[in-house]
């Protein structure tokens, strides 16, 4: 198992930057996929951005060119670095980690971190 701890969101200005933080419990160079997942008001919860232990990624298409995942394995610490801001990127953005083992995969959720990207 592990937890995830998100941070750094917060209120910002259309076009500005944030950088979110999901601090995992264990090393994630193990951990199968991890990434970022963000629900809006009214919304659905839908994948950001994921990435591999093999260092792959994927974006949503609504992201793709102003959002970058990375990790730092020696932090057990994945990024989600967000530019260019819109409000519709306005949500509580969750940590996800997919972890394989016992021939089933399971997922484990950070408690979010709201991001506001203000009018």
């Known amino acids: 198992q592990v937890q995830l701890v998100e941070s750094g969101g917060g209120l910002v200005q259309p076009g500005g930057s944030l950088r979110l933080s999901c601090a995992a419990s264990?090393?994630?160079?193990?951990?199968?996929?991890m990434g970022w997942y963000r629900q809006a008001p009214g919304k659905q919860r839908d994948m950001v951005a994921i990435i591999t232990s093999g260092s792959r990624t994927n974006y949503a298409d609504s992201v793709k060119g102003r959002f970058t995942i990375s990790r730092d394995n020696a932090q057990n610490t994945v990024y989600l670095q967000m530019n260019s801001l819109k409000p519709e990127d306005t949500a509580v953005y969750y940590c996800n980690a997919v972890l394989s083992g016992s021939g089933t995969f399971s997922n484990y959720w950070g408690q979010g971190t709201q991001v506001t990207v203000s009018s």
């Open positions: 264990r090393s994630i160079f193990s951990i199968y996929a």
